[in-house]
């Protein structure tokens, strides 16, 4: 069945460090792929995604490209900053069957001043 | 335009008491997931209803857990009785048209159980 692997947290960096958060899936067919995002004390967000290979999505400073050759899609910012210290999950999304997100376990990131 | 809400906010119990919490999606969400998110997991769908009908509830273990969203709008996951086991976070979102035609889910803040 579908899954998607992350980068084992929790990651802690200074402010102004650059970010990678590893992604990796398997997936029947051509998967849409996302990274949500949660905040302390807020719900589940969309931060960005990519719907086809080679597709870039970006937020907020963030970037992930959609690689099918090696079915990936890491998390990167250049320039990180306390206020994005939160939980990032990666997820797919196959069409054709049951409708529903299947997330990674999530990534914890600190980022202290 | 407000979020997802969803009560309560953390619920503890005791063991093989009954349980329930409730959903109340974006207005104009015609689509709404339950979702079940253990600690250091990401979140499982639990069920999925297009308007009141719960169009994939595979996931749901239905011996003990039960949901419903009666006239389209708010949902209500119930659990009876509850187990230790059932200890986790539950997550409402919802999305317009489905998912495939969005590509987003708005979630709510979650139900924070705790089973003693």
């Known amino acids: 069945g579908d899954s998607v692997t992350q980068m084992e947290g929790p990651v802690t960096l200074s402010e102004e460090a650059f970010l990678t958060i590893n992604c990796t899936y398997t997936?029947?067919?051509?998967?849409?792929l996302f990274w949500y995002v949660q905040y302390p004390g807020e719900g589940l967000q969309l931060l960005l995604k990519a719907t086809k290979a080679d597709d870039k999505g970006s937020n907020k400073g963030f970037e992930a490209t959609y690689r099918k050759e090696t079915t990936s899609f890491h998390l990167e910012k250049g320039s990180v900053q306390v206020s994005d210290s939160a939980v990032y999950f990666c997820a797919l999304y196959s069409q054709g069957g049951s409708e529903k997100l299947v997330f990674g376990k999530g990534t914890k990131l600190t980022v202290n001043p | 335009e407000a979020g997802v809400v969803q009560s309560p906010r953390y619920k503890i119990i005791e063991k093989k008491q009954p349980v329930a919490f409730w959903c109340n999606p974006i207005s104009g969400h015609n689509t709404l997931y339950w979702y079940l998110q253990n600690l250091g997991q990401g979140p499982e769908l639990l069920i999925r209803?297009?308007?009141?009908?719960?169009?994939?509830d595979s996931q749901l273990p239905k011996d003990r857990f039960s949901a419903e969203r009666l006239k389209g709008v708010d949902s209500t996951l119930k659990i009876q009785p509850a187990e230790l086991g059932d200890s986790a976070v539950y997550l409402c979102?919802?999305?317009?048209?489905?998912?495939?035609?969005?590509?987003?889910?708005?979630f709510g803040e979650g139900s924070r159980l705790t089973v003693l």
């Open positions: 979102a919802s999305s317009f048209g489905g998912f495939a035609n969005t590509g987003e889910l708005f």
């Open positions: 209803y297009e308007n009141e009908e719960a169009v994939d």
């Open positions: 997936a029947t067919g051509y998967p849409s």
